[in-house]
């Protein structure tokens, strides 16, 4: 079964930057980064294919940026000009894993 390990997150004030780092245990086909803020609903913030195709949410604004090294099964989430709103727990997510924990990224103003 793989498994995903996800790290990165922290504390950071607004306009700072963050890479979230997503590693699986073996060769994943579609990861994704979502996130979840107190009170509302988890959202997409982007995903990237083993082929390089790359979907963002609605929640970019062309802020971030996701990679992805194949070599390493690891996807990363660059996040910049981060704002207090980009608060919450960010989830790394493929179709073969259950949701984990998350990494918690808090923005503060």
């Known amino acids: 079964q793989v498994q995903l390990v996800e790290s990165g997150g922290g504390l950071v004030q607004a306009g700072g930057s963050l890479r979230l780092s997503c590693v699986a245990s073996?060769?994943?086909?579609?990861m994704a980064w979502y996130r979840q803020a107190p009170g509302k609903q988890r959202e997409l913030v982007a995903s990237i294919t083993n082929t390089g195709r790359i979907n963002y949410g609605d929640s970019d604004q062309g802020r971030f940026s996701i990679s992805r090294d194949n070599a390493k099964n690891t996807a990363y989430l660059q996040m910049n000009s981060l704002k207090p709103e980009d608060t919450a727990v960010y989830y790394c997510?493929?179709?073969?894993?259950?949701w984990g924990q998350g990494t918690q990224v808090t923005v503060s103003s």
């Open positions: 997510k493929t179709a073969e894993t259950s």
């Open positions: 073996g060769r994943i086909y579609r």
